[in-house]
């Protein structure tokens, strides 16, 4: 593929670049200034223009100087270099304005492709998204607690299928990413089979290569969900935001100013890992409560013969009754938690994402707005359903491959070879 040319890797890497899949490196600039060369101002210039022309579809050439703040003559070189890349098209000329009607210009969807591959201890999603933002096709298989090999048997079995039929040109492939959870062979959950622990010592970057013949960067569920929320979800009007995913575990990402922070050690947002002291039993974390496999598991409890996501659609009386004790003691745990948060980092919002259906989500969107709203804090965030929420990690997943190559980043301007 043109988009990155080989010569251009080289360099890159002569210059100590970030590798690829090295999806954890920060992606805003460093305490210490770091200065910048005038290729790689080029080069985020380039992204910047068509992060502008990706937001706003049938911007014009002068509508991208003012917000970009970059002169006509580079917004002319650098719209044609990327009609040139196949990755923006005209779409014809603004009307009912004075003076000669201007270009005007939307990226090509099937400019760039990018897969996203989502590993869970509940389910696998692989699905490919297209460079407007838009699931060409996706695939996702309920599996508990799948082994390394299941997951290889699933991308081999799906791939191929998957690309065509969503009609995607390989050519066009930028990448793949690869969301899963961290700690994902230590941590344990309800029906947890033995020899799960082995997840601890694969590399899943290596184990897919021979099945993958592209970059592969991999990255914490909760993380990539957050960053598909600020790339394509809430973030223009949340630029701050706490995104809360409730999938087998508990899950948190955190963004400020629309980047990703990730904390000294690359373990923020953990949120279902804190203690729960609101709850009976002893030494219990919030995920405890505030999980799928927590949820089912009461379902189980309650006498529902092997209770999936679709009793939890269409509950009958009986499941509504353990839903609704299960929304009421999830407020609870995760109250004080998000008390912190408002109090701490006061976001704009906390938005609530993962696989509960939508009307769970909602549901418990608004008990912890209920429940914050008797306190009296300095500041509270909205609390609402996350834009991209089922297939977000996946999703999420798919957009480090576009981070990489295509859309902005402060972290591009850093000099090469800093850490």
């Known amino acids: 593929m043109t988009l990155k040319t080989a010569a251009q890797k080289n360099r890159a890497s002569k210059a100590g670049a970030k590798k690829p899949n090295d999806a954890r490196s920060p992606r805003t600039l460093s305490g210490t200034l770091s200065g910048t060369n005038l290729e790689r101002a080029g080069d985020y210039n380039l992204r910047t223009v068509l992060q502008a022309i990706r937001l706003q579809p049938d911007v014009t050439r002068i509508e991208i100087s003012q917000l970009t703040g970059l002169t006509a003559p580079t917004i002319a070189n650098i719209t044609h270099r990327l009609i040139e890349m196949g990755l923006v ?12 009607p201007a270009l005007m210009l939307r990226v090509v969807p099937e400019g760039a492709f990018s897969i996203g591959l989502n590993i869970d201890r509940d389910h696998l999603t692989i699905l490919i998204l297209d460079l407007e933002g838009v699931v060409r096709s996706r695939v996702s298989r309920e599996a508990a607690f799948a082994m390394p ?10 791939l191929d299928g998957v690309i065509t039929s969503g009609k995607v040109d390989r050519t066009r492939i930028l990448g793949v990413g690869v969301a899963i959870p961290d700690d994902l062979g230590r941590i344990s959950l309800a029906h947890r089979p033995p020899g799960y622990e082995r997840w601890s010592d694969i590399a899943i970057d290596k184990a897919l290569a021979d099945l993958m013949p592209w970059p592969i960067h991999c990255d914490n569920d909760a993380a990539a969900a957050a960053l598909g929320e600020a790339e394509y979800g809430t973030a223009f009007d949340n630029p701050s935001f706490f995104y809360l995913l409730i999938s087998a575990g508990l899950g948190g990402g955190l963004v400020i100013n629309r980047n990703y922070h990730r904390g000294a050690a690359s373990r923020s947002g953990e949120i279902g890992l804190m203690p ?15 999980s799928m496999s927590a949820l089912l598991e009461r379902l189980e409890q309650a006498g529902l013969a ?18 609704r004790r299960w929304l009421e003691d999830s407020v609870r745990s995760l109250t004080l938690p998000l008390v912190s948060l408002s109090c701490l980092i006061d976001p704009h919002a906390i938005l609530i994402g993962g696989r509960l259906p939508e009307s769970l989500i909602a549901r418990l969107a ?11 804090l300095p500041s509270t965030p909205r609390i609402m359903p996350a834009v991209i929420a089922q297939d977000a990690p996946a999703i999420g997943a798919a957009i480090l491959p576009f981070l990489d190559q295509l859309l902005p980043s402060d972290a591009i301007l850093m000099q090469a070879g800093r850490n």
């Open 89 to 100: 098209t005209v779409v014809g000329r603004r009307k009912g304005v004075r003076g000669h």
């Open 149 to 158: 090999e299941e997951v290889i048997a699933f991308v081999r079995d799906e």
């Open 276 to 290: 729960d002291p609101t709850s009976t039993g002893p030494n219990m974390l919030v995920q405890d409560t505030v």
């Open 306 to 323: 092997s209770p999936s996501i679709t009793d939890l659609a269409a509950p009958c009386p009986e499941t509504e009754a353990v839903i």
């Open 366 to 376: 608004a008990g912890l707005t209920e429940a914050l709203s008797r306190m009296a």
